[in-house]
């Protein structure tokens, strides 16, 4: 393996690791479909702040994906209280924000490098050859490091806040109680996604992000009911994902991007049939032991 396909495996671990990790307390809310819109949302803020800056650099674009990630979650938040059912409204705050990107983009920045298929798709193969400098030397693939930076700042935080997190994850009511501010951190683990998000997007856009950010965290769902194990296995099978779908991806000559995403939906399927305690086999054949045992009590 030379280091061509170490940088596209490594910066696909990052990008499946951090969002699995993240968009694992998503799933613990039961909000899985917010990381869709909000993943689909920061478009219109990207476009914008290309539009009225000029400039495709990480700032602009992280700032301008960041406002609307968290408009996003305002906005499902203030038409569920309006009588919205949550689905619902979340399905018309993304695909309104997304329809608005998608036109604003084809019609003032088609030509230059912020396009469609760069936004959307991404293309990892690229990855190893935009480099970052520190002056004039070459440091190391842009998108490495700038997923690497990302990770760390999401276990920073999460880190600092496990207990906030974790009470809000599993009981906002009660969190409530004890005077922790559940909005404070709702709107935190918003930021949270919006920046792992955005931050995906030059190295597997954000089509393949949505997968990342919840496939393995539903896997390691399934796999455990430990919250400290559950965000250990995300990790693991986000990398696991990346480094199977970049083998399976030269085995068949086929998009890289798209075959990490497809092995992450394979170990989900894996899980969901043979987890210990969740998998419907796994779940068939204890029941099958139970019946078996109580025939032989009765004989």
């Excluded at 968009?23 to 909000?31: A, E, Q, T």
């Excluded at 899980?271 to 139970?290: C, E, K, Q």
Aim: with cysteine; aromatic share 10%.
């Amino acid at each position: 393996m030379d280091s061509y396909d170490l940088a596209i495996i490594v910066t696909g671990a990052l990008v499946a690791g951090s969002c699995g990790f993240i968009g694992s307390f998503l799933i613990l809310r039961g909000m899985a479909l917010l990381g869709d819109a909000i993943s689909h949302s920061v478009l219109l803020g990207i476009v914008l702040a290309f539009l009225i800056t000029g400039d495709t650099s990480i700032v602009p674009m992280f700032v301008g994906a960041l406002i609307f990630g968290l408009l996003t979650a305002v906005m499902v938040q203030a038409l569920n209280r309006g009588g919205v059912e949550g689905d619902a409204a979340t399905g018309v705050t993304f695909t309104a924000f997304f329809a608005l990107g998608v036109v604003l983009l084809t019609a003032f920045a088609g030509r230059v490098h912020l396009d469609l298929d760069h936004v959307l798709y991404g293309e990892i193969a690229y990855v190893p050859w935009d480099l970052l400098y520190l002056g004039d030397v070459a440091i190391g693939p842009k998108a490495l490091w700038t997923m690497g930076i990302v990770f760390l700042i999401d276990l920073l935080v999460v880190g600092a806040f496990s207990k906030e997190f974790k009470i809000c994850s599993f009981d906002p009511g009660m969190a409530a109680s004890l005077g922790i501010n559940v909005a404070l951190f709702h709107y935190l683990m918003t930021a949270l996604v919006s920046l792992t998000t955005v931050a995906a997007f030059e190295s597997v856009g954000a089509i393949l992000a949505v997968a990342m950010l919840i496939v393995p965290g539903a896997t390691a769902y399934l796999l455990t009911d430990s919250l400290g194990r559950m965000l250990g296995l995300s990790v693991a099978v986000g990398s696991l994902s990346a480094a199977g779908g970049y083998l399976l991806a030269t085995w068949l000559d086929s998009s890289i991007s798209g075959a990490m995403a497809a092995t992450a939906g394979a170990l989900f399927l894996l899980a969901f049939l043979f987890s210990p305690t969740h998998g419907v086999i796994s779940r068939a054949l204890a029941r099958r032991r139970v019946g078996h045992r109580g025939e032989s009590m009765l004989q």
